[in-house]
């Protein structure tokens, strides 16, 4: 066998096999230099953590993929060409022995190419600080699952093209791989999800093993390491591995069809998959799949007529959600019904009284209508429940289950969905709670710890687990991705920075964030959205920027004076620091038009009509003038003028 692998990498001498090694080992290093600054660099602005230059950089793991294709046919292909079958063919297991030095020589080239990547990564990790040992592990296993072996079944598919199809054929096959295995293939896989269904766009992708997703990087998640991604690499193995059993002429069978039929078990283990967050195109992306369900189930909003004074919750967290929720319940009336909400992904096993007798439902989509037996009234229901979130996902690499989403019943039917986004609200009135969890990731709860799990009086509980860690930040308790963590100096400047801004109009937010926890959880699939919510017990936040947070309790001391919100928010960007001189160079003196839209936030200002005209007012008046009167409007409960009136007075009062 070692005469067998050194005769193998001698073949190297090829020229086309010597050309495409070099050309692999050349492209990794332009593709990570692009992400690494310096000369070949293509942002002009640095990374603020390692986790968006890891995920630009393993998004081109499709090349490294079709050099080991290539190169896998190109090697393999010589064993007819150069009689090597001939030559070995007659020993013992001669073919197979062949066939298995070429594999072995092709594994230790997709070693290398891993290596190659990981190696940038983790400089990646020193330069822009922030990397934890949980997150080294996550990017470890992402560098297996999407190049080592994806270049590996590349390699096995290359060898099987060589013993099975002729020069031309395996070209086109070839190409067909290479597209399939593309972002390219996402159109195509929308097409078959509308037309042939979510389990025929789903079959379709068992090809696209290397990393698909583009986008930044969910910092509470990390890189989707689920176990149905490694069903999905097995399969190809197995399957591989039986073809290429039959290809070596060996006499006994049975391992290739061993082989195949675990493969079909870990096709299985990949189509029946539980909770994940799937960002990559394709029929599974999470978010399409809530945005094609909802648009056919549109969500219900009506407060419930009845109290819960106790939720009992019992969770267990694997691959999916294993729930018990036990509530006490107060109605007056006799034989009513009783409305909650629990997320459709979680499928109703269970639902009884406290005595353990069955209670009739009605259940449609999130929402379920509970009858009471005739002439009783419910005082206690048991929920028993299983499946998945959706983006409230649940699963062994990591949890976000967040107060006010139905992975445990709310009283009432409350939107899970609203307007391409999931939103974030405080349910109902304080209960008393108590929570035991098991979970094969580090979790932290907005509960406090009791005896057994956790208990406490408040409105929602949260989970975050996963990748994230709790610790003080400028006063703050801030519960968050690990990376999100390191950077939360950065987060929490800005935020400070919006909240002296706002203090020079006569807000005080200077103890706000600082009264209880705040969970920070990255959701970056969405645009739109409130960007926190207050429970009686702890803040939840999703965001980055921060500053997002400081204008929000603008608008709730605002509530009622929308017109002067729009005026506060304008003048609040010129008095930040962080966005004074974009709203100075854009928005002060010669008013520039609206591609400054970009650079700083006007949606709360009430757009480019609000802004240009305090910009010429402080042209006009200068600063401090403008911003005395901005806070006698502001102070001024009997002032109705609207955001334009005020705007146009202080001009004319300018020319006059």
């Known amino acids: ?50 986790s968006m230059v890891n995920a630009m950089t393993l998004s081109y793991s499709l090349v490294p993929f079709l050099f080991c294709l ?26 197979g022995r062949v066939i298995a030095a070429h594999l072995l020589v092709l594994a230790g080239f997709a070693l290398l190419l891993t ?59 070839m190409v067909l791989i290479g597209y399939l295995s593309s972002s390219l293939f996402a159109e195509l896989l929308e097409a078959v999800n509308v037309f042939g269904g979510r389990a025929a766009g789903r ?84 978010s399409d799949v809530l945005y094609l369900y909802y648009s056919e189930n549109p969500a219900r909003d009506q407060p419930a007529d009845f109290t819960v004074n106790s939720c009992d919750l019992k969770l267990k967290i694997t691959d999916r959600l294993k729930g018990m929720a036990a509530l006490t319940v107060e109605k007056n009336e006799v034989g009513a019904d009783c409305r909650f909400t629990l997320y459709h992904g979680y499928k109703l096993t269970s639902l009884t009284d406290g005595a353990g007798n069955p209670l ?58 609203e307007d391409y986004e999931v939103p974030f609200a405080a349910v109902g009135a304080e209960k008393d709670f108590t929570l035991q969890v098991s ?27 996963g990748l994230v860690t709790r610790g003080d930040c400028g006063g703050m308790e801030l519960v968050s991705a690990s990376l999100s963590h390191q950077m939360g100096t950065l987060f929490w400047d800005e935020y400070q920075s919006r909240v002296d801004a706002a203090a020079q109009l006569g807000f005080d937010f200077s103890q706000k964030l600082k009264d209880k926890p705040v969970f920070l959880t990255d959701q970056s699939d969405w645009v739109d959205y409130t960007p926190f919510v207050e429970f009686s ?72 009509e609000v802004v240009q005209p305090f910009g010429e007012a402080v042209f006009q008046l200068g600063e401090e003038p403008v911003i005395a009167q901005v806070k006698a409007y502001l102070a001024d409960g009997t002032d109705a003028r609207t955001a334009l009136e005020f705007l146009n007075d202080l001009r004319r009062g300018a020319e006059g």
């Open 1 to 50: 066998m070692k005469r067998l692998v050194c005769l193998t990498v001698q073949r190297f001498r090829k020229k086309s096999l010597l050309f495409a090694g070099i050309l692999s080992l050349a492209a990794a290093h332009f593709q990570c230099l692009s992400y690494l600054g310096g000369p070949f660099s293509k942002y002009a602005v640095e990374a603020v953590n390692p």
């Open 70 to 95: 290539f190169i896998g046919y190109e090697l393999s292909e010589g064993i007819r060409a150069e009689n090597l079958q001939e030559t070995w063919g007659p020993a013992q297991n001669g073919l």
């Open 115 to 173: 290596l190659q990547y990981g190696a940038y990564n983790i400089y990646a990790c020193i330069r822009y600080q922030g990397a934890t040992v949980g997150y080294g592990l996550n990017l470890l296993g992402a560098h297996l699952l999407y190049l080592f072996l994806p270049c590996l079944v590349a390699s096995c598919m290359g060898t099987a093209l060589a013993l099975f199809a002729g020069r031309y054929t395996a070209y086109g096959v």
């Open 203 to 286: 079959l379709l992708t068992l090809f696209t093993l290397p990393y698909q997703d583009r986008m930044i990087l969910d910092e509470d998640y990390g890189f989707g390491v689920e176990g149905y991604r490694l069903f999905r690499v097995a399969f190809w193995l197995l399957l591989l591995a039986g073809l290429l059993w039959l290809g070596c002429r060996l006499r006994r069978r049975w391992p290739a069809l061993l082989c195949g039929g675990l493969a079909l078990l870990c096709a299985g283990g990949f189509f029946f998959r539980g909770s994940a967050l799937v960002r990559e195109d394709g029929p599974d992306r999470t």
């Open 360 to 417: 009739d439902y009605k259940r449609e989509g999130d929402y379920l209508t509970v009858s009471p037996p005739a002439g009783e009234r419910l005082e206690q229901l048991v929920f028993q429940y299983r499946g998945e979130g959706g983006l409230s996902y649940s699963n062994r690499q990591a949890v976000f289950l967040p107060a006010g989403f139905g992975y445990y019943p709310l009283e009432g039917w409350v939107p899970l969905y």
């Open 439 to 465: 979970s094969s990731c580090p979790l932290e709860v907005s509960l406090p710890p009791a005896e057994k799990g956790y208990a406490g009086r408040t409105q929602g509980v949260t989970l975050l687990g």
């Open 537 to 608: 017990d702890h803040y939840l936040c999703r965001v980055p920027p921060m500053r997002w947070v400081a204008d929000e309790f603008v608008h709730q001391a605002l509530a009622d004076a929308p017109e002067k919100e729009k005026v506060a928010q304008t003048a609040i960007l010129l008095l930040d620091e962080r966005t004074r001189k974009a709203f100075e160079v854009n928005c002060v003196g010669t008013g520039l038009p609206e591609p400054m839209l970009g650079v700083i936030d006007l949606d709360r200002c009430g757009g480019w």
